[in-house]
């Protein structure tokens, strides 16, 4: 991004990714670049002076990450207050100041339109970023005004060597690990660092292969361990996702050492056995549209619920 700090900065960013893809990282590295010291722009940030300190430890007074009181909603007042009145304010210490504002997509109509005149025409000495999942949920008029920056998923090999060589994770659970990110490293770190993650790799193991003869209050009580986990639906959705694939793959081609979860062959080979081709793909879909349905809020444990029955459904 070095590139970027030679001329001046985009007033108006968008960067989208998934969750745990390194949106929050790239923008405290361009927001630190453009806050640095350091003459040259070309060598920005430097990482060495008291700005570059002050950003990295989020104390620097003119950077500034826009709160919004309730989780699941962004409203008009949260964005007058955090930024189109804030923006006015000169910077006290750098050149520009930098807004950061995280989870954008949760920015009802409202708050979109509050910041419309903000990001068409941001003061000289003001950035904003604007930090989504989804660039496809906030308005058009806001989409045209910025430089939109897309993540993209970075290759398995890419993942594999920063679990080996940051991380020191090797053998099948940085396998797991890397096949449970599909291209997210904050998903491999996520579940890399879990603390339970043996305990919720077997636990997880377990649960999918009583999946098909289970009643109705094993479901139920299933439904509610999850809940108790370290770990978010969505990534026990992964590694659910990783367990059908291998699934699917030993029912394709019937070798083993390419599974990821190897020490479970037989578990593998049973379940290959009994669900057919299209039991397969429903059940994939199925982990799809559950995670679809928890960034829509809906209701955690009915999306767990739906998803278990879907999966039995399609076991037998």
Known sequence: MQSVFRNEPFQSLIIEGEKGSGKGFISDVY???ILCGEKDRGKRPCGHCHSCMMADAYTHPDLIK???????LISVSDVRDGLVNAIQIRPSVSEYRVFILPEAEKMNAQAQNAILKTIEEPPAHAVVILLTTSAGALLDTIRS???????????DSQIAAYLKDVLQITGSKAELCTAFARGNIGRARSLALNEDYEEVRQEAVSLLIGM??????ELMNAVEEVGK?????????GIMSVWYRDVLLY??????????????TAAIKDAASQISYEGLENIIKALATAGKRLNAQVNQDLTIELLFLSIQENSR
Request: glycine share 6%; charged share 35%; proline share 10%.
């Open 31 to 33: 927001a630190g670049g």
């Open 66 to 72: 826009i709160p919004h009181e309730k989780p699941k």
């Open 145 to 155: 005004r910025c430089r939109i920056m897309r993540l993209q998923p970075l290759q």
């Open 212 to 217: 098909r003869d289970a009643d109705q209050s």
């Open 229 to 237: 986990w370290d770990l978010t639906p969505e990534d026990f959705f």
């Open 251 to 264: 029912k394709a081609v019937g070798d083993p050492d390419r599974l990821v979860f190897r020490n479970q």
